[in-house]
C-alpha cells in the first residue's frame, strides 16, 4: 500500500498532495487512521 501511495502522490504538486491528504481525511477518517498507522511517516512523503 505504501509504494501505491507514495507513488500516486509523486504525480501531484505539494498543494495537491496536501489537499488530497485533508480531503481524505474528512471523507474516509477510519481509512486515513490506517494509511498513517500503516507509514507513520507519510508526511515526509509530502515534502
Known amino acids: 500500500m505504501q509504494l501505491t501511495v ?3 502522490l509523486s504525480t ?3 498543494d495537491q498532495r496536501w ?3 485533508v480531503e481524505f481525511d474528512e ?3 477510519e ?3 490506517r494509511l498513517v ?3 507513520p ?3 515526509q ?3
Open 6 to 8: 507514495k507513488g500516486f
Open 12 to 14: 501531484l504538486t505539494s
Open 19 to 21: 489537499g488530497v491528504m
Open 27 to 29: 471523507v474516509e477518517p
Open 31 to 33: 481509512k486515513f487512521g
Open 37 to 39: 498507522a500503516a507509514a
Open 41 to 43: 511517516d507519510w508526511v
Open 45 to 47: 512523503w509530502m515534502g
